[in-house]
T-cell receptor, first 113, second 111 residues
Framework: ETGVTQSPTHLIKTRGQQVTLRCSSQSGHNTVSWYQQALGQGPQFIFQYYREEENGRGNFPPRFSGLQFPNYSSELNVNALELDDSALYLC????????????FGPGTRLTVT | QQQVKQSPQSLIVQKGGISIINCAYENTAFDYFPWYQQFPGKGPALLIAIRPDVSEKKEGRFTISFNKSAKQFSLHIMDSQPGDSATYFCAASEYGNKLVFGAGTILRVKS
């Protein structure tokens, strides 16, 4: 069974640029959730995708957007990067339905300068 | 509004001792309460979780105690080991949707 993978591991962007982060869900999982974890804080929910549809969104502006593909992998896109977007971005996959466990990938460390 | 409050912020325990981390929640609609362990540079790893229809769940050295009326739950780590040194997060959700995390507890187990 393959776990959750994310790419890239880390990247550095300049304020105002755009970035795309990628996530491959665990085998058999059809739901992907994205979280932002600032240094020294708990993860904050960005949004969740279930069977390619957005299934809930946290308190993040529209410049944070996402996609889920037919193979249940997912992308997180952030436009007009701001310094405060510097964080660890985590992807979690789950089965959906009555199984609630969310399993996290290793994250992508984004630094905005 | 912080919906899940976690304490203490940091904790030092002797090897072989019991580590106890507490969380309190406000939203009575929460129905799933997991604990995650995170090592530096890694993603959170699911340790143990509980639903509100039980008051205690044990898996190995890890036990969750749940008090629905007080809206509180706690993690007990028995026989704590240096390898348990990590940051621990409690969380809560409504039916598997967004997880709301506590602020985290940095645990250090001294050998």
């Amino acid at each position: 069974e393959t776990g959750v993978t994310q790419s890239p591991t880390h990247l550095i962007k300049t304020r105002g640029q755009q970035v795309t982060l990628r996530c491959s869900s665990q085998s058999g999982h059809n739901t992907v959730s994205w979280y932002q974890q600032a240094l020294g804080q708990g993860p904050q929910f960005i949004f969740q995708y279930y069977r390619e549809e957005e299934n809930g969104r946290g308190n993040f502006p529209p410049r944070f957007s996402g996609l889920q593909f037919p193979n249940y992998s997912s992308e997180l896109n952030v436009n007009a990067l701001e310094l405060d977007d510097s964080a660890l971005y985590l992807c979690a996959s789950s089965f959906g339905g009555s199984r609630l466990e969310q399993y996290f990938g290793p994250g992508t460390r984004l630094t905005v300068t | 509004q912080q919906q899940v409050k976690q304490s203490p912020q940091s904790l030092i325990v002797q090897k072989g001792g019991i580590s106890i981390i507490n969380c309190a929640y406000e939203n009575t609609a929460f129905d799933y309460f997991p604990w995650y362990q995170q090592f530096p540079g890694k993603g959170p790893a699911l340790l143990i979780a509980i639903r509100p229809d039980v008051s205690e769940k044990k898996e190995g050295r890890f036990t969750i105690s749940f008090n629905k009326s007080a809206k509180q739950f706690s993690l007990h780590i028995m026989d704590s080991q240096p390898g348990d040194s990590a940051t621990y997060f409690c969380a809560a959700s409504e039916y598997g949707n967004k997880l709301v995390f506590g602020a985290g507890t940095i645990l250090r187990v001294k050998s």
